[in-house]
């Protein structure tokens, strides 16, 4: 990038990266040579959209216009600062000009999200329609947690997120918000268009699918895929909003509605409770924070930082553990340290660390655990822990993708993540 250009560049971000001036934004975005980029999975997008490597890192780069960057750099870091699974905004470059001397288009700058995959790349293979269903109910989760936050979508489709596979399960993450709005509440007829609008791009995107051959699936099958967004955005809706009503001798009630609020993944951050002027009923409102409730917890025991089924199930272990070593009564974060070093730590020790790449920490340990499941009933007995992990490390982890951000492979070299696998 020739000096003059170099000057002309005007960087918005929220911190330093003086390695931006490295890449050649002299070029259209669609001409930048192959060694400044990242071979990863891209998904379809209106703009120019391509992965790049700097330094230890990779940034997703998007061609737009200047205003259009801007807004959605501003509304990426307040979705993120509000704790909203979404990508996270780097900067912002406008003042481009080509080394014909003609003006370029912006550029918005993204962190890459590690282990995440657009859903066309978990079609890349013949997978069940039940994959397709993970998807949508994880854009559903999604959907409900924006806005639940007061966040108006208004593009809300598979492309325009991105997916973690989540102990057999998927989590989504707004990856577009170009046309996002956040206000501080949301009306029915607001939610209710970005519902429907789901519904409809849903049903496109699985025929595109469908016509492609990698989505076995008729159209029956299709449309009962797209409307699933609608019936599971409301269930979950429901129980995260309406008032409930019990009475006096029901209280009982009121821990369950808790417990089905933490078993959907959020906590309730004030419950409203309000008797009746005749004294014989009780409402109860909960107060919605941020999803996360297995994940905060594990996140304070052990500081381990994972999805929110994949923390349910270490949770489930550590409290396994804690029961055979009878500690029931003792203090629960002495008990998840020493869980951390006993059991958890082992496990990743003992994969060698040519393959560490290929499955993260929290997800390996819980595929550890399903091929330890699948071991002690095809042997009628329980199969240690140790015995376990050598067989996946042996049987099973070779034939993985490598799911780290891989760099300076062919696209069509990476294997896809088939979620079907157990």
């Known amino acids: 990038m020739s000096t003059s250009t170099a000057a002309s560049l005007q960087i918005t971000a929220a911190r330093p990266y003086p390695e931006l001036l490295d890449l050649p934004w002299d070029v259209p975005l669609e001409e930048w040579p192959e060694h400044h980029l990242a071979a990863l999975p891209r998904g379809i997008s209106r703009h120019i959209v391509r992965f790049v490597k700097l330094g230890n890192r990779v940034l997703a780069v998007k061609e737009t216009n200047a205003p259009i960057a801007h807004r959605e750099y501003r509304m990426l870091r ?55 269903k993970r998807a949508v109910d994880a854009l559903a989760v999604l959907l409900v947690k924006l806005h639940l936050t007061g966040f108006y979508w208004g593009d809300v489709s598979l492309s325009n997120a991105l997916f973690r596979r989540d102990a057999g399960a998927f989590a989504a993450y707004l990856v577009d918000a170009e046309t996002g709005e956040l206000y501080d509440e949301l009306s029915t007829g607001q939610r209710g268009y970005d519902v429907d609008l789901a519904r409809t791009n849903i049903a496109g995107e699985l025929m595109d699918v469908v016509a492609s051959e990698a989505l076995d699936a008729d159209m029956d099958e299709v449309l009962a895929i797209a409307d699933r967004i609608v019936s599971r955005y409301h269930a979950l809706w429901a129980e995260l909003t309406e008032p409930e009503s019990f009475e006096r001798g029901d209280r009982w009630r009121v821990e369950a509605r808790i417990r089905r609020l933490n078993d959907l993944g959020f906590d309730v951050g004030e419950l409203a409770i309000t008797t009746d002027i005749d004294g014989t009923t009780v409402r109860i409102e909960p107060k919605v924070v941020d999803a996360g409730h297995h994940s905060r917890r594990l996140l304070r025991l052990t500081g381990l930082d994972a999805e929110e089924n994949q923390a349910r199930r270490l949770l489930n272990d550590l409290d396994s553990y804690t029961a055979a070593n009878g500690r029931q009564g003792e203090d629960e974060e002495i008990v998840a340290h020493d869980w951390v070093a006993d059991v958890f730590e082992p496990v990743q020790r003992a994969v060698p660390r040519e393959m560490r790449g290929k499955v993260e920490a929290a997800e390996l340990f819980h595929e550890v655990l399903e091929h330890r499941w699948y071991l002690s009933e095809r042997a009628s007995h329980d199969v240690g822990l140790e015995e376990a992990v ?18 300076g492979v062919g696209t069509r070299e990476i294997p896809v993540v088939d979620p079907d696998m157990y």
Do not use: C, F
């Open 78 to 132: 307040l979705l993120n600062r509000l704790e909203v699974p979404s990508v996270a905004p780097v900067a912002v470059i406008t003042g481009r000009v080509g080394r014909d001397g003609e003006p370029l288009n912006a550029v918005l700058i993204t962190r890459h999200l590690q282990y995440s995959l657009p859903y066309r790349a978990l079609y890349s293979q013949m997978l069940r329609p039940d994959t397709a």
């Open 390 to 407: 050598n067989s996946y490390v042996v049987g099973v982890l070779p034939n993985k993708p490598d799911e780290r951000a891989v760099l």
